[in-house]
């Protein structure tokens, strides 16, 4: 009885590690690609890193595979995996942090509430659209903040970062919904990852690693391939089961904010007022739909 708590608890600072670390990961994927290493250079080290460090465990992946099916790993591995990571990634070679920090965890929370309302007939009250009122005024002060907003390329950016925040949407979702365990998702996206992304990018054009500094890609080993690729991989997932995926998203407001503050003081990114003011919204926006959707009876969360 009196480890409940405990088990919320732990499930709670896994959701603000690996939120955190998320968080980082704009910054270290866009010193990535300034140091000449682009969307799949960085994904090939993440997947290609993580697989490695799992490799003794990787006959337990027979199970995870038997007991979702192959098509349904395919999904989880294009929704959290390689896929998701190459869009993601390749965002911020053509935008700043901060866009890619505000426009990613705004699509994420309402894809999941819009997978809610498909699957299982959840309804959006009227807090939860203010929210995304307030959000989308918010992305607006973002966007026109900067000149650097209408540079070439960066619209191509923005569309990145709306589709990887489509394609991280259902993906809590799912982990909740077929109980994949936190180690198993790893080995899923590891392994699935780096068979289905790795080996064909090694083939293709792994000679283009030897032309980057062996500190940039020092970095993306050790922040994308351990951090992002294995501890984040498993607090996230450790945190979804234990707080469920409506909750866990309650998080996710704060990674813009989080975000633009890394970028600022490691990257120099720094943003004129107006553009702080339109991050400020879309926190405050985000917070403001994930607060009126936290969780009900027959929520996505239900039985958590």
């Known amino acids: 009885m009196s480890s409940a708590p405990s088990s919320k608890g732990f499930a709670l600072a896994c959701a603000l590690g690996a939120i955190g670390i998320y968080a980082g990961m704009f910054a270290v994927g866009r010193a990535g690609a300034a140091d000449g290493l682009d969307g799949f250079d960085q994904t090939a080290l993440r997947f290609g890193t993580s697989a490695l460090l799992t490799l003794p465990w990787v006959r337990r992946l027979a199970l995870v595979v038997g007991r979702l099916g192959v098509w349904l790993c395919v999904l989880l591995i294009g929704l959290g995996g390689a896929l998701y990571s190459v869009v993601f990634l390749t965002g911020l070679v053509y935008a700043p942090v901060a866009y890619g920090a505000a426009i990613v965890p705004s699509v994420q929370p309402a894809a999941v509430m819009l997978l809610g309302w498909i699957l299982q007939g959840q309804v959006v009250g009227r807090a939860a659209l203010v929210g995304w009122a307030v959000c989308t005024a918010g992305l607006v002060l973002v966007l026109s903040g900067n000149a650097v907003a209408w ?46 992304f790795v080996i064909p990018y090694l083939l ?98 239900k039985g958590s």
């Open 204 to 301: 293709m054009r792994g000679g283009s690693l030897t032309s980057a500094p062996t500190s940039a890609i020092a970095l993306q080993i050790a922040y994308q391939g351990v951090l992002v690729g294995v501890v984040a991989t498993v607090a996230y997932a450790r945190a979804v089961q234990g707080l469920g995926a409506a909750r866990v998203a309650l998080l996710s407001p704060f990674i813009p904010v989080v975000a633009t503050l890394i970028s600022w003081f490691a990257l120099g990114e720094s943003l004129p007022p107006l553009a702080w003011t339109g991050i400020g919204l879309v926190t405050f926006g985000l917070l403001l739909g994930q607060i009126s959707s936290a969780p009900r009876p027959n929520a996505l969360s």
């Open 151 to 196: 540079k070439a390329g960066f619209a191509q950016g923005c569309a990145l970062f709306i589709l990887a925040g489509c394609m991280w949407g259902p993906y809590p979702y799912l982990l909740r919904q077929f109980q994949l365990a936190a180690f198993d998702a790893l080995l899923l996206f590891a392994f699935g990852s780096a068979l289905l």
